[in-house]
């Protein structure tokens, strides 16, 4: 492979079964260096199996990883150098204060104890933990810890990120500036790989793959992918949003029909000609008012129409 | 090199929290104090003022003087005079007295015949501890004032009583004491500390940084054996000051043994904690082998009486030979060296066991 150096991970046909269920299925996934790259798909579609594996915490059934140019799981003694991984839980140690458990982390990775003294705090000014660094983890904020665990995760400066979903507990502020912090390990090189479930985090991301039930239903530039789906939306403006959308989710081309505030928002099957037109007949048949206009998708849809997609295969 | 810094990272941070856990902490002070005044005061073999009653038909002033000695042991207490055997044994059935003595009308004439009993001692057998201090009784050596030594029965064989004379029950239980709360706290602290790490998630992230499992178990293991000891010297030393337990072999020997049980015993902690999900599991687990190791390790009754089936199973367990080596260095004065093949099985134990916990561990995400 000549570009298997600027890959950061290149995954080939991975599964995991755990019993007879089948956790990730064939999952093919190549991940540039330096970008930052999303998973976004509901609990249970195999996010964090597929990150475990990657990290070589699990054994996948069948198929081939390289993480970093390493070969996982055959050479995850060099690979855990070179990677950090920040666990979906808050996983440090809640009875220790923050400096504990940093300095905890630091002998771990090997840091001598005035390399660790000077990066513990430069880590602490980074992430904003200077004035608690004497409280015990287990007091902190939701915030608090997740800025602790990442500076935990990044510690030994990782080539490479792995963030199990890691904004699940925190509010939306928090989250702006998490997102910020991640941007600029990316800006320093660091490749990371996220997952989420939440659509405006997933657009953040330089790249994107959409899991659904184990398996890559859709994967690409965020922008790219709700292009993909331009002329598929329409937004309904009508006094009775919940009959209407009864009758349209009989329609064989309505994929979705969902309620945001006065609004309906449609999804249609691609191809569908002139779904506007098609629609105020259908509204005009039921004795239904309202204004119908196209309006700009969003990666809400794409996650519907893809998910969708797969279950009917 | 890195290795042991990353041992001393995982150590220095157990410390931390260990320090932090007052609870924990109490407990490792607690139990050996607790323990030890429960086993030491409460639980004694040695009986005294057993409810007894006598007959006596002779009514001489020899009988008298038997019946005062007997009652100057303070073995027994007499609370009643019947006039029968018959009454001595519905006392006994009531449950009103344990032991009756029975004295019959020619005992100055027996005091002249050696091989006739001197008088008949009455059980109640149910209980097999009243048994053991009847048989003292009749080994009572009785001066007649005609100047003639006998016993209550004729005793032609002598026995003697060699490193605990009194027999004081406190000096044969403390030796033992100490592995059963080793036992209990060494099991329990190292099982619930793994399995604690792991239901707090903190696991998920160790196995991705570069800490081995081996290191990860020593790290964690070495703080208990350094409580191990200083509960092994509080029994010691309460033991020495409370019951004045002799320590008659040599101190550092007895400590060598203790350690290789600490091993022995904070490694099967360490295989329990890789075999259980959570830490209720992991208590009921220490429950499962703390129990056997009560009963057949020869802490309570003597190894000897037990069926071969219950002998092979104390075999298998690390109290049973610590056991040895604790009584045999503390009130025998034995050398380690005389029971080196004891101290062998315990070594020998722990690193069977550190060698299963590290191998069944390493397979723990999967």
Partial sequence: MHDSTELAVSARNISRYFGDLKAVDEVNLRIEKGTVY??????????????????????????????????????????RAAIGYMTQRFSLYTDLTIRENLRFIAS?????????????????????????????????????????????????????????????????????????????????????LVSTHLMDEAERCHRLAILSAGRIV?????????????GQTLGITTPRPRRLRDVLLEQGAVRSAAQVGNQLRVLVEAGSNNAINAIRDIMQAHDLSGEVAAVAPNLEDVFVVSTSQSQRQ | ??????????????????????????????????????????????????????????????????????????????????????????????????????????????????????????????????????????????????GSVVSLAPRPIEVRVFYNPERRSSIFIVPGLIGVILTFTMILFTAVAIVRERERGNLELLITTPVANLELMVGKVVPYVIIGLIQTSIILVLGKWLFGLPIRGDLFDFYIAALAFIAASLTLGLMISTVTKSQFQAMQMTMFVLLPSILLSGFMFPFEGMPWAAQWIAETLPLTHFIRLSRGILLRGAELLELWDQLLILIGFAILALAIATRRFSKQLD
């Fill in chain 2, 1 to 146: 090199m890195k290795s042991l810094h990353r041992i001393l990272a995982v150590l220095y941070k157990e410390l931390l929290q260990l320090g932090r856990d007052r609870l924990t902490f109490g407990m490792i002070i607690g139990i050996p104090l607790m323990q030890m005044l429960l086993f030491g005061f409460a639980i004694n073999t040695d009986i005294r003022n057993l409810q007894a009653a006598y007959v006596d038909l002779s009514n001489t002033s020899a009988s008298r003087q038997l019946v005062a000695e007997i009652q100057a042991s303070q073995i027994v207490g007499f609370n009643t005079i019947l006039s029968s055997s018959e009454q001595l044994q519905q006392g006994i059935r009531s449950g009103d007295i344990n032991i009756g003595v029975y004295i019959p009308a020619d005992f100055e004439r027996r005091l002249q015949q050696p091989d006739r009993a001197l008088a008949q001692v009455l059980v109640n057998g149910s209980d097999p501890t009243v048994v053991s201090v009847a048989n003292q009784i009749a080994m009572f050596p009785f001066e007649s004032r005609t």
């Fill in chain 1, 38 to 79: 999303g998973f976004l798909g509901p609990n249970g579609s195999g996010k964090s199996t597929t990150i475990r594996m990657l990290c070589g915490l699990l054994i996948p059934s069948s198929g081939t990883i390289e993480v970093m140019g390493l070969k996982v799981p055959q050479q995850v003694d060099r690979l």
């Fill in chain 1, 218 to 230: 859709a994967d690409g530039i965020p922008h790219e992918l709700t292009a993909e789906l331009s």
């Fill in chain 1, 108 to 192: 771990i990775y090997g840091l001598n104890r005035t390399a660790a003294n000077a990066r513990i705090d430069e880590l602490l000014v980074t992430y904003n933990l200077s004035e608690r660094a004497a409280q015990l983890a287990g007091t902190l904020s939701g915030g608090q810890k997740q800025r602790l665990a990442l500076a935990a995760a990044v510690m030994h400066k990782p080539k490479m990120l792995f963030l199990d979903e890691p904004t699940s507990a925190v509010d939306p502020e928090n989250r702006r500036d998490f997102w910020e912090n991640l941007f600029d390990l990316s800006a320093a090189g660091t490749t990371i």
